[in-house]
């Protein structure tokens, strides 16, 4: 399993998806991902550090497992297989035992970012699908940054705080 | 509180918002939550019993509670506050001890959904803001079901389950 150090997201302007890109620790390479536009939106409010009133979807699941006195421990990717990847949420009971939750690779990395746990992804999904960005190391930064400013992050805010109508949720 | 006897949802034309509607039980009367389009989106999806192979957001959080040992219980509808209802998912621990979850109530339905479980709102949110369709009764499956179909059904799915591209989530 190798660490990945740095989550960033950008658009496959091809297919107008967004893209989520793991990059593996002391490398240049980065896996992508393919993920929704649902978890898209809450990945980008988090890199940009947006805070809610309410609990979100994926706050709901870190408070469920806390609250049952256990704790979200780390998330590996696993597995590639068919065109989809696989991952696993790992956590750890307050008798110290563990648990192995199956489940979409975004919804690991969206509680990963809010619990501040590590991800680990298998060796071989990295040799196989991993891609070298030296290349494009020195405006890597700004790159990043314009793909996720593509996101209407105004537009996301409002989909997730919801205060514009009485009754809202 | 009274309990909740049927979900189903529309469309606000006015703000092209997705609304969900809790008819109490017993009654020709339904409480309105506006909701985002992510939980809409899920909600549409259950509401025509559409299946996935991968476990979805809101199947993560059923299968940490239960691989916890817990079990979802109930969700009460218990505040409106500043335009904004308030919901609790109820749990119970396998040493029966109960566990109260601050959520919004469209999560909350999700997994009252999912998980078969019953909603509660609270008889003074009824009473103000409780609408009486007595008066639609007649074609009232009929306009439900039109609305429903309002949702792309074929774009929801591809968004869930993501199998157009390699390398999806």
């Not at 649902?38 to 988090?46: N, Q, S, T």
């Not at 068919?82 to 690991?108: F, G, T």
Request: proline letters at 4%.
């Amino acid at each position: 399993m190798k660490k990945i150090s740095r989550v960033t997201m950008g658009m496959d302007k091809v297919s107008n998806t967004p893209i989520i890109f793991l990059q593996v620790e002391n490398t240049n390479t980065v896996v992508p991902i393919w993920i929704g536009p649902c978890e898209a939106g809450v990945i980008a409010l988090l890199l940009r550090n947006e805070v809610f009133e309410r609990p979100l979807t994926h706050d709901l699941i870190g408070n469920s497992i806390k609250e049952l006195g256990a704790k979200p421990l780390e998330v590996l990717i696993d597995e590639f297989k068919k065109d989809i990847y696989y991952a696993k949420l790992v956590i750890e009971k307050n008798d110290s035992q563990i648990v192995y939750l199956d489940a979409r690779p975004s919804d690991c990395i969206i509680i990963s970012l809010k619990n501040n746990i590590p991800i680990f992804i298998d060796e071989n999904i990295v040799n196989e699908h991993g891609i070298d960005i030296s290349f494009i190391e020195d405006e890597n930064e700004e790159h990043i940054k314009k793909d996720i400013e593509n996101f209407d992050i105004d537009e996301l805010r409002k989909r997730f705080e919801g205060k514009n109508k009485k009754g809202d949720d």
